[in-house]
């Protein structure tokens, strides 16, 4: 691949088609090549390859790389730390038959925080990925929405005793026995003055 002519480009696929950016033909053949290129900064660098589209212009020979070859690197870097990539975060989500506002409501993950992960903005750290992992399985995901329906139950009943007790303390004798504390109050705040 010659480096000089290589250009990376960002918006040049507009919907499904791609269009040269330097002359905007849309007759742009894609061949995968394999791209090499490190990730991590000192000691820690590592050098990953990952097979991305390389276009072709066919009208005026300009070669260039995309979105879909920066996914295709995004994709190397979750495999080398061994997490899902941004593709089975979003896969394993719709296998679970949820929205993302569901899905976070579940996990109680953010919502922007798996759209990042499911657009590739954003690498889910290890121990999150485990979290993901796991809900792979159905009935971690079954255990999870027992607990949610086991919370929403707990909140439900202690708002209905919580008014219920309000109730029966403005009846009978509970109601007699808070004059009785409010006359004694009155009468200590008197004293004290
Ligand atoms: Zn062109």
């Not at 007759?27 to 000691?43: C, D, L, M, R």
């Not at 020979?61 to 975060?89: N, Q, W, Y």
């Not at 439900?156 to 009846?171: G, K, M, N, Q």
Request: proline content about 2%; glycine content about 6%.
């Amino acid at each position: 691949m010659n480096r000089d002519e290589l250009r990376r480009q960002s918006a040049a696929i507009v919907g499904d088609t791609v269009i040269c950016p330097t002359c905007g033909d849309e007759s742009v053949n894609t061949t995968i090549t394999q791209e090499q290129f490190s990730y991590g900064e000192g000691s820690n660098a590592v050098k990953l390859v990952a097979k991305v589209p390389l276009r072709t212009c066919s009208k005026c020979g300009f070669k260039f790389l995309d979105s879909d070859a920066e996914d295709a690197k995004h994709e190397a870097i979750c495999r080398h730390l061994g997490v899902m990539t941004p593709r089975e975060v979003q896969s394993l989500r719709e296998a679970c038959g949820l929205s993302r506002t569901e899905f976070a409501r579940l996990t109680r993950l953010g919502e922007a925080t798996i759209g990042r992960w499911e657009r590739g903005a954003l690498i889910q750290n290890a121990a999150y990925d485990q979290l993901l992992h796991l809900l792979s399985f159905p009935e971690n995901l079954r255990r999870l929405r027992e607990r949610e329906a086991a919370s929403v139950a707990a909140v439900t009943r202690a708002s209905h005793e919580a008014t219920e007790s309000r109730f029966r303390a403005l009846t009978g004798e509970h109601l007699e026995m808070r004059k009785r504390q409010q006359r004694r109050f009155r009468l200590f705040r008197g004293e004290a003055a």
